[in-house]
């Protein structure tokens, strides 16, 4: 690594600057974790890498587009699209020219819960790289005319997606099971609505919610702590201690055991059925996820992948997954499947649903998940950037600075009887919300609810 | 995630399209190693110790390019049917197999060839790879999977394209774009020849292009060329070579005709326009042309301070998004994309008429030369993160070798951009940017019978 101290030199700290806590090592010697405190007290989870000289940071403030006020749909949004059209005394093409010439990428993104962000850039550009993410993050523009162009452009994006039957999907189930809880709001905000964004409200999210109490970091790449300490401090010291959070209400599901039809022109329909899920922070996560891989997240072998795509050609792919937000947690699975294929799938689906819960898994079918998903971990650590945004989720999500030793055994001592027991704990069948988008037998599908696709888009692009 | 360019994705990636560099010390992109053993197998390897880990590729070096006439989608129906069963092990799924070594696997198919890649534990390569090897001989095709799989690949099909009037678009610009070359006919294939693919087909497909002497491995992980040829010999070394036809592709006749392409779908809200003009790829031109279209298409719609975002968006606001990007990593011709979200207030005529007016200044006043350096800054700069990764750089290198291109070209990318002029840049610019040259795309809503109001 080539760092010297003249390229830091924005910086004032003291020499010792950042401490290194503990580390934790996973087997096989894949990565070394270190927990990295900055002079002001700033903590970030670090994995040097020095075979490339690239840096990747992750970074991620708890509060989300949940933190959007109401009318004001599509802040937190808006927001991740400003922070790099300008920043401290340069304004947007100056600092997208600065970016583009380094070949700094620079990114944000905002989700339920949180606002995350990242940052790659080369060694040899690392001073300039981090100099410009703490002018985004502490001294955002917001000019008129960077907030006029990037909400035309969000609008523009708003127009592509609504016709999308992913989208249509997640918005006809958002308003069924989660009716008006903030997370069934429309997370980019609507035409309606972005227009009512400005300087204030946009810089009023930012400062509720960009602080150092609700903050976490991961880096890797060609660093050493002591100088991520003080790019920690130069980056993130100057944030206030503590954010000002909106609460987001506890949530139970609604509408378990309907169907719901979106009506869309097209060769296939989108079908997801989706029912409650289970905790992340729940012990028998582990065993759901071995559950999980079996049943179909696992692609060839899952038991899905095997009725509907291999032995009956239905479609091109099923999945299965567990999903979480802070405060609701789904089972669901989800496949694109021609009209007339949708009637078989949902009866195969259930159909599996209810064995596995009746009779779990074989041992043959534990082993092989538990030797794949122990097996595959350590694949992920393949760049720095997805380095980086591990150790971001493992801190997001609270699984541990242990998380990554952990793990491997936890999910290797799952025992098939586990698996039974979660299975039939967690799979409900009855309680499956099915949502299909496209134009399936309506007879066969026998839909408790049909949403015209114009009312959906029209609502969602209405400008009142 | 904000993404200027998000308005579309065509087609398959930009092989080295970003990539990087250092300043003023422009560097080689990878240092390779490689062999070839007496079947003819070429192999490279590119060493990588972040993590324990290997991502192993055989590259066959025929696609969808090569399909016999009224046979569209059989390269890539067998890419699907390699997943089942061999003679050794008829009951074998592939993906299960190597789940069960704690891996991922997957393959594509692109017109020029036919990539499987695993990615697992370095000690686990030796078992992928005869694995593997095992599927290039002896494959055994199954007549009833052989129907269920079609099934899926026209499922697959209604998925990517049928389903998405972007893609369709797509599809469309390219039948219309390549009047000879078989670059117009979909990978995936046409639907009505795709329903009567058949086991024949995919056993003479298979028999005769599927040969070491017709493949490539890369290697990228952790691992040496020195520790990883005598387990390749292993896997691979007894497979004899075969003759394999030579690649015929019809070449495409000059165009004099000025071509737009309209879609129109009733799921369409949001507008698009794009164009693409027919270029170099890497391997089609010992010249530097490919070089100097990599550059002049950053120069001109890169980034969001490029000219083109600069006046469509930025200055006029026509346009909610607006760029232009090269496509040089097919074997016989490359293609250099421009495209534009038109704003809520503008039809597409006169967001065309704009492009029309922004190129021809390019045109006539060339690119600024402190642009030119700026972007080769910045491609050379990119580069590095092509490093950064096992996948990544394995993809790059099968590519470009399975359409022809040589390791030194491969590694020395970053030194030939650097040498790029202005004046390179605007030669191909005025060779390429012409109106005859460049077909037109406008995806619409149902309402919209024509592109002015």
Known sequence: MSTTASRWAWLIAPLLAAVLLFASVLPARAVEIQRIVSPMGIEAWLVEVDEVPVISMSFGFRGGTTQDEPGHEGTAFLTSYLLDEGAGDRDSQTFQGLLADAAVELRFRAGYDTFTGSMRTTVGNADLAFELLADALNQPRFDQDAIDRMRAALTSEIRRRVANPGWLSTRAYYDLALGDHPYSRSSRGTPATLPTIDRAVLQSFVDRTFAKDNLVIGVAGSIDAETLGQVLDHVFGGLPDQSTLREVPELSLAGAGQTILVEREGPQSTLTMTQHGIERSDPDIYAASVMNYILGGGSFGSRLTDEVRVNRGLTYGISTGLSHLRQADFYGVDSDLSNENVAEAIEVIRQQWRSMAEDGPTQMEVDDAITYLTGSFPLQFSSTENVARILLAMQLYDLGFDYLDLYTNRISSVTREDVARVAGELLDEPALTTVVVGSPDVEALAPDTIIPYDSLVNRELAIN | ?????????????????????????????????????????????????????????????????????????????????????????????????????????????????????????????????????????????????????????????????????????????????????????????????????????????????????????????????????????????????????????????????????????????QPQWRRIYRVPSYSSTDSNEPYALQVMAEVLGGTTTSPLYRSLVLEQQLATSAGAFYSGDNRDYGRLFLFASPAPETDLATLEQALDDLVAEFLSEGPDPDDVAAAKRRLTTA??????????????????????????????????????????????????????NGLTGYLLPESVSEIAQ
């Open chain 2, 1 to 269: 995630m904000k993404n200027f360019g998000a308005a579309m994705v065509l087609g398959t990636g930009l092989l080295l399209s970003v990539p990087t560099a250092a300043s003023d010390d422009v560097q080689r992109l990878f240092d390779l190693d490689s062999f070839t053993l007496d079947n003819g197998l070429e192999v490279v390897v590119i060493e990588n110790h972040t993590a324990p880990i290997v991502t192993h590729m055989i590259w066959y070096r025929v696609g969808a390019a090569d399909e016999p006439p009224g046979q569209s989608g059989i390269a890539h129906f067998l890419e699907h049917m390699m997943f089942k069963g061999t003679t050794t092990d008829p009951d074998r799924d592939f993906s299960e197999e190597i789940s069960r070594q704690g891996g991922n696997d997957n393959a594509f198919t692109s017109w020029d060839y036919t990539a499987y890649h695993q990615t697992v534990a370095v000690e686990r390569l030796p078992i992928v790879m005869a694995l593997e090897a095992d599927r290039m001989r002896n494959l055994a095709l199954d007549p009833a999977e052989v129907l269920t799989e079609r099934d899926v690949i026209i499922e697959e099909r209604r998925q990517r394209t049928d389903s998405s009037p972007s893609a369709r678009l797509g599809e469309q610009m390219a039948a219309a774009r390549y009047r000879n070359h078989p670059y117009g006919i979909p990978i995936i294939g046409w639907e009505h020849e795709m329903e009567t693919l058949s086991i024949e087909q995919l056993a003479d497909f298979y028999d005769t292009w599927y040969a070491p002497n017709n493949a490539i491995v890369v290697i990228s992980g952790d691992i040496t060329a020195e520790e990883a040829r005598p387990l390749v010999e292993a896997a691979y070394g007894d497979i004899e070579a075969r003759p394999v036809p030579e690649r015929v592709r019809p070449s495409e006749p000059p165009v004099d005709a000025v071509t737009t392409i309209s879609l129109s779908d009733p799921t369409v809200n």
């Open chain 2, 383 to 436: 580069a590095t993160y092509a490093r950064d990764g096992f996948f990544e750089p394995a993809r790059i290198v099968g590519a470009a070798l399975s359409n022809g291109e040589s390791l030194e070209a491969i590694e020395e990318w970053p030194l030939r951009i650097a040498a790029v002029t202005a004046e390179e840049t605007l030669d191909v610019a005025i060779g390429y940017l012409r109106p005859e």
